[in-house]
């Protein structure tokens, strides 16, 4: 046969092999595991500084990309388990039943996004608490939609977090933004295909406070490699202060939260025995290397103007 019949052959057998891995590596992703972001040359044009989080945090924590508009949702229905996970999950349900706990639905990431979509799709599963502990006790790692807040009081010079509770399935006692997971449409008052209106629920429950999701100067996505979570970060809602009396006098069963003056968070994000859920560690720093969002023209942290501080804490690159 002609060589360059037979060079054409083997390429296109190399063509279509790679096809079928990609469609059957497509198959395999879902709620139970979690893919890093390709770098293709859209990747190559993020910030330098999300590069330098990203090596940081790698095993941890994963920023995707800054987005200009939240992520589009969509419904496929309840999550898919075995029989002896579904059997679990029903006897954990029961013990939460008793308690008094809540057996709200959330979302599972469905399947991989298309990451560089405007906006991105986000195809997502239902599944209540039960479930998804029933699926990290059969070691799986469900990609849980959240989002997290960065809030700040520009005029006092305070940054809003949370200290998350002694019981706390994941990180408990560490230092992280305010936020909480997206709870899905199959309940009335949910969060009505919105993750937005995740993190306006979420800070209200957590701190007291009301605020317009609307006012975001930036928004984030990322991944927690560690334990899943899929998160929607808006970054830099400011609040006034004389909201500060909305905020909530006593800690709620998830933690508290904790008012950080910007001349101290120097020390909480150098000291070694300071706590931080590293995701949540991530958030603030971003905020930092984006010029502190919602604060005025010339904000310091102690001596540090914002980028100076992020370059102190990760490091000048």
Same mark, same amino acid.
């Given at each position: 046969? &002609?060589?360059?019949?037979?060079?054409?052959?083997?390429?296109?057998?190399?063509?279509?092999?790679?096809?079928?891995?990609?469609?059957?590596?497509?198959?395999?992703?879902?709620?139970?595991?979690?893919?890093?972001?390709?770098?293709?040359?859209?990747?190559?044009?993020?910030?330098?500084?999300?590069?330098? $989080?990203? &090596?940081?945090?790698?095993?941890?924590?994963?920023?995707?990309?800054?987005?200009?508009?939240? /992520?589009?949702?969509?419904?496929?229905?309840?999550?898919?388990?075995?029989?002896?996970?579904?059997?679990?999950?029903?006897?954990?349900?029961?013990?939460?039943?008793?308690?008094?706990?809540?057996? &709200?639905?959330?979302?599972?990431?469905?399947?991989?996004?298309?990451? @560089?979509?405007?906006?991105?799709?986000? @195809?997502?599963?239902?599944?209540?608490?039960?479930?998804?502990?029933? $699926?990290?006790?059969?070691?799986?790692?469900?990609?849980?939609?959240?989002?997290?807040?960065?809030?700040?009081?520009?005029?006092?010079?305070?940054? $809003?977090?949370?200290?998350?509770?002694?019981?706390?399935?994941?990180?408990?006692?560490?230092?992280?933004?305010?936020?909480?997971?997206?709870?899905?449409?199959?309940?009335?008052?949910?969060?009505?295909?919105?993750?937005?209106?995740?993190?306006?629920?979420?800070?209200?429950?957590?701190?007291?406070?009301?605020?317009?999701?609307?006012?975001?100067?930036?928004?984030?996505?990322?991944?927690?490699?560690?334990?899943?979570?899929?998160?929607?970060?808006?970054?830099?809602?400011?609040?006034?202060? &004389?909201?500060?009396?909305?905020?909530?006098?006593?800690?709620?069963?998830?933690?508290?939260?904790?008012?950080? /003056?910007?001349?101290?968070? /120097?020390?909480?994000?150098?000291?070694?025995?300071?706590?931080?859920?590293?995701?949540?560690?991530? @958030?603030?720093?971003?905020?930092?290397?984006?010029?502190?969002?919602?604060?005025?023209?010339?904000?310091?942290?102690?001596?540090?103007?914002?980028?100076?501080?992020?370059?102190?804490?990760?490091?000048?690159?």
């Amino acid at each position: 046969m &002609d060589p360059i019949i037979i060079a054409a052959l083997i390429g296109a057998f190399g063509a279509i092999t790679a096809a079928v891995i990609t469609i059957v590596a497509r198959g395999r992703q879902g709620t139970g595991s979690i893919t890093p972001i390709k770098r293709n040359s859209k990747t190559k044009e993020r910030s330098e500084w999300i590069n330098r $989080l990203n &090596d940081r945090y790698r095993g941890h924590a994963e920023i995707v990309r800054l987005v200009e508009s939240e /992520p589009k949702l969509v419904n496929r229905g309840w999550v898919k388990l075995t029989p002896r996970q579904s059997q679990k999950a029903d006897q954990i349900r029961e013990g939460y039943i008793e308690e008094g706990w809540s057996t &709200d639905p959330y979302g599972l990431l469905d399947e991989e996004p298309q990451w @560089h979509d405007n906006p991105v799709l986000l @195809h997502y599963r239902m599944a209540d608490q039960a479930q998804i502990v029933a $699926l990290r006790k059969a070691r799986k790692k469900p990609r849980v939609l959240s989002t997290s807040v960065v809030l700040c009081f520009p005029e006092s010079q305070e940054l $809003l977090l949370h200290r998350r509770n002694r019981g706390s399935a994941t990180y408990a006692e560490h230092l992280h933004t305010v936020g909480g997971s997206y709870l899905s449409q199959a309940k009335k008052g949910c969060d009505e295909k919105s993750l937005t209106r995740t993190g306006v629920r979420e800070v209200r429950e957590e701190t007291g406070l009301f605020i317009a999701g609307k006012n975001c100067p930036k928004k984030m996505l990322c991944q927690e490699t560690a334990t899943g979570f899929v998160q929607f970060v808006m970054i830099g809602i400011a609040v006034g202060s &004389d909201q500060k009396r909305e905020l909530l006098e006593t800690s709620i069963w998830e933690g508290k939260y904790v008012l950080v /003056p910007f001349s101290e968070l /120097p020390g909480k994000l150098i000291s070694e025995s300071e706590k931080w859920v590293p995701s949540g560690k991530m @958030h603030v720093l971003s905020w930092l290397a984006l010029g502190a969002p919602g604060c005025s023209a010339g904000v310091k942290f102690g001596t540090y103007a914002p980028e100076e501080l992020f370059d102190r804490i990760v490091g000048s690159g």
